[in-house]
């Protein structure tokens, strides 16, 4: 679900953006306003982040390799971070610089003074249009969470950058719209300038946002509190498991998790049982959580001792082997 309401609302996005990009150049070349060609810079840096999160998502489905045994499902991060570098560098600093350039030298809009309020008011039905996409797409997996935590607690990456790309291009056209308003009403190219520095700073800060959450994406996250539990509940619910003595998990990429674990055993008496019990749990598991398909469980007899010790495994004593054709030493011999 969340690899294909992505993909739509990405698609959505990029259709809009395409457009807007065009008006909005076109609109800068007759009317020279500053606000204009910060947002068509905008429009272009997100047509542009569109097209990687596309690519990003494609490469990702790549097979594993010897190379890559555990697949490519974490390059839809590295792309997603590129977004966020595109957007700070191409967007927020373009537009930073355009503002200061605007600010030496204001310029009232002396020509076609209606064409930036009519693209600006079209830009923000189509963006209208792509926000509402991301919105709904993302209902479907988003559950009772609020907005900010699932765009700080989401694995596919794809829909909260959409979602903070269309909000920062509905908000960076209303204050477009406003700095070139504003310099129609009183003539004075400063409220232009004004417009464009703001559009910067927005763009800054959600580039920013958007760096913090993908890193956190690629050093590696584990499951969710809820999935988690159910894994826990899976693996200690049947009898061929005594305890969990230690787990942890990883998300390979948006829709794969690794778990790993040590578990308690009983003592079997073949290890065609011991294996039939650990297909068992592995089973469990993935039920329980489909998106867990690299399983490791290694089982061990649980020693409180060396719980305590803080190996929780069990304590063994090593008893030297004696040499073929002689018997240990007896005590005191």
């Known amino acids: 679900m969340s690899a294909n309401g992505g993909t739509r609302a990405i698609v959505a996005a990029l259709a809009a953006n395409i457009g807007i990009a065009v008006t909005k150049f ?9 606000s ?11 047509s542009g982040n569109q097209g990687l999160l596309l690519l990003g998502g494609r490469r990702a489905k790549r097979e594993a390799t010897p190379e890559h045994p555990f697949g490519y499902g974490r390059e839809r991060y590295i792309y997603a971070f590129i977004v966020s570098i595109v957007l700070f560098s191409l967007g927020g600093l373009f537009a930073l610089y355009e503002a200061y350039h605007k600010a030496q030298h204001p310029e009232p809009i002396s020509s076609w003074q209606w064409v930036p309020v009519t693209v600006l008011v079209i830009a923000i039905g189509l963006e209208t249009f792509s926000f509402r996409t991301a919105i709904k797409e993302s209902n479907h997996i988003r559950g009772n969470q609020s907005w900010v935590r699932f765009i700080r607690r989401a694995k596919a990456p794809e829909l909260p950058v ?8 509905l908000i960076g056209l209303v204050l477009a719209l406003f700095g070139v308003g504003m310099t129609l009403i009183t003539g004075n190219g400063m409220w232009d300038a004004a417009g464009t520095a703001a559009i910067g700073v927005l ?5 920013i946002v958007l ?3 993908t890193k956190s994406l690629l050093l590696g996250e584990g499951a969710e509190e809820h999935d988690l539990a159910a894994i826990e509940k899976a693996i200690a619910e049947g009898p061929e498991v005594e305890r969990i003595i230690h787990m ?3 998300y390979l990429g948006p829709e794969e998790l690794m778990v790993a674990a040590k ?3 009983s003592p079997c008496d073949s290890a065609e049982s011991l294996a039939r019990g650990i297909d068992a749990v592995e ?3 993935r039920t329980a959580v489909p998106i867990a398909r690299v399983i490791y469980l290694e089982p061990d007899i649980y020693s409180a001792a060396a719980d305590r010790a803080g190996t929780g495994a069990a304590s063994h004593t090593a008893v030297p082997e004696p040499e073929t054709g002689e018997q240990p030493a007896q005590p005191g011999s």
């Open 26 to 34: 076109i609109a800068f070349l007759l009317t020279g306003s500053s």
């Open 36 to 46: 204009m060609l910060a947002e068509s810079i905008h429009s272009v840096a997100d």
């Open 162 to 169: 959409v979602l903070l790309e269309d909000f920062g291009a």
């Open 203 to 207: 763009l800054v800060t959600i580039a």
């Open 211 to 213: 760096a913090i959450e």
């Open 248 to 250: 942890k998990t990883l």
């Open 263 to 265: 578990i308690a055993v």
């Open 283 to 285: 089973a469990r598991i």
